[in-house]
């Protein structure tokens, strides 16, 4: 009898946590399993911040797939998916072919522009490790460039972030620790440096308590953080860009650097492969699979699970990505084993935190309100769990953070 | 009676090694002396290749002024010489004017361009410390970018040094050591750098050994250096240069990185302030005053001293000036106490030592031609002179270079 193969693209949480969760649950003999995914290495995405304003670097927020995955049971391939044929069960990747009985799509977003002119262009993404560390390289290219001018053109010194989410915040909080290192490298007067954040919504983190964000945003306004709040960024352009608050006048912002961490889609193969979807994002079934194809999973940012409560989606985290890992690894376990009873997925919160930097954050874990240094404790906390989750204490030991005081 | 005042524009080599051997042999009541200087450091010139490449930080190649003059005999200014109005015994500074009885122009050299369109424009140079680490940064963003792009461009991984005298090869060196690094940091294959070496002399290192010079090129071709001797740079690009060897059609060369390290000339000032001279060079007397100008020493970069053997100037180079700034200071404490007679200079070579990274070198030291790590070991003993020379063995032990095998 033939063996079903299982393959799984994308090592992002999601993708990489079935990965490990399956290779356990089932024999050599069982299923091939086989994990595609575009490069060699995991990177923590809700890390990418720091790597990006480079307060961390690069290298601490990946690690190579082979150091996680048990290789008698998973073979894994180094390519790039360009589609999904899903009448004839098959993956195209840019230099083949996979053919599976079971598919787990983990692809990971993608930045959501909202068609906003310019943006692709000239705006720099907290997306991925290459998008990271060039836009880290090309801010400090701005700084290295200063004093080099006859005509000292302070928009070399601007720095705007479109975003008061989560990322835009995060990054933030890592670049004002970042900016007095910045100039005292390159010889700048600080009082030089301008960082504006411009968020359309009326408020700064939308869904977070607001006690919580009003001690965020005040934080980083002590660190010189001038925010636009219920300002939207209308085109991005090679100098800037151009804002409108409202009704008001539209009006330019000078800045060399444009900083889009706004928005997230699920990944354009969805609608690539002809799968129902909203901006990327296809409304799973409680098993997590698609409605209409048995053997198909999507999980993460690529997936849409209601919460009930409020009767909204999820917001996509590495969090819901990770448990979702998990219920799909269990859930095909069953079905390779002819079970047709599948595990429904509940989204389990266990809190938010979201950091301003190493050493002050803001939180509700386990339903309580944190901030400063407690906070900035849990968020190392949550970032060493998910190494833990999928790499065990060997590589909380080799990659986690605690620098903790 | 009126104390003379001594004025010293440039904290270089020669201008810093005057004020320090004047301050040491003239007393609080015999002079004034002033020091001027555009930054509060001073920056190890011959060692900004390393800086450049990024195998050593700017703040090794430099230190702050006040730490090696005596506050209590000198006053420093910070400020830009805009103009030397000699028949007025004054120095016209960005912000302000100072007279002087006794001048000693130090300004240092500059790059000499002989016109070639758009070197100014497009090309980086190996000149200050704000230069050096804007080259540093600049080829850091270029391999940085180059996984961002769907279209790999391998124009961002190449780098054209034009001039291959002491500079453009010591900068080879560092930067040959310096791309394995650079492709680690970046994932990039480092089958995909070009490094090409362009000078339109018919050999490298013009007047060093041809035995050293052998040694010199398979060396660096050995690590990936390609050379192009012969062939004149005629134009700069925003994507590269145009090239011609002899009487061959014009081609060009696509590099994002341009670095033009093939001339220095004498400081503009001199020419500004009606000094007669030749590519900002002044022919000093044997005593280094300007003839005409019996209160006016020229030494460094805008100085032109014949070497008697070979009737030709003697290149200018950090050891000639710093012979020439204990001759001036010796002269000026002879000027001040009425003594008429003046030392005359004369350039004593103690050898020359060319670097091809941080292991190895080529070099003439006591007449005896050395290759290699006893080469490497040479050129930082060389290193750390200077800093002996100016600032005695805390400024050695601060700054300078023991990482010998």
Redesign the interface.
Known sequence: MRKPKIVIVGAGYGGLMTTVRLQKLIGVNEADIVLINKNDYHYETTWLHEASAGTLHHDRVRYDISDVIDKSKVDFIQDTVVEIKKEDKKVVLENGEVDYDYLVIALGGEPETFGIKGLKEYAFGITNV??S??L???I??QF??Y??EEEKDDTRLAIVVGGAGFTGIEFLGELTNRIPELCRE?DVDSSKVKIICVEAAPTVLPGFDPELVNYAVSQLERKGVEFLIGTAIKEATPEGIIVAKGEEEPREIKANTVVWAAGVRGNSIIEKSGFEAMRGRVKVQPDLRVPGFDDVFIIGDSSLVINEEINRPYPPTAQIAMQQGEVVARNLAALIRNKSELETFTFDNKGTVCSLGHDDAIGVVFGKKITGSKASFMKKVVDNRSLYMIGGAGLVLKKGKFNVF
Chains 1, 2 share one sequence.
């Open positions: 290459n998008s560390r060039q880290r390289e090309h400090e290219y290295a460039t004093n080099m390159y």
